[in-house]
């Protein structure tokens, strides 16, 4: 019986924190776009890391912040629902 795992990890953390840097490294190769600017990530982007024991799904998301706006409010929506939806495919709800 194989050891090969998988899994989605999601990274989650406030604007402007080095979460799509984070996952440029862990990928290996520039997915994501980076900026000085806060909110530059407005939709959850996925990449894919495979090795021999694991294959792993690292999903970078939007900032999550005190919204002033609608698409503040959408934003963490965004968020929101990805946390939900990858800890649901671990959990099995």
């Known amino acids: 019986m194989s050891n090969f795992r998988a ?3 999601a990274i989650v953390g406030r ?3 080095g979460k799509s840097t984070l996952v440029n490294a862990l990928v290996g190769s520039k997915i994501v776009i980076t900026s000085h600017h806060p909110n530059t990530t407005r939709n959850p982007i996925r990449g894919i890391i ?3 024991e694991f ?3 690292v999903v970078d998301t939007p900032g999550m912040h005190k919204p002033k706006t609608a698409l503040g409010t959408r934003l963490n929506q965004m968020v929101n629902e990805n946390i939900k939806s990858n800890y649901c495919r671990l959990a099995r709800c």
């Open 55 to 57: 294959q792993m799904i």
């Open 15 to 17: 604007p402007n924190v």
């Open 50 to 52: 495979t090795k021999d």
């Open 7 to 9: 899994g989605f990890v």
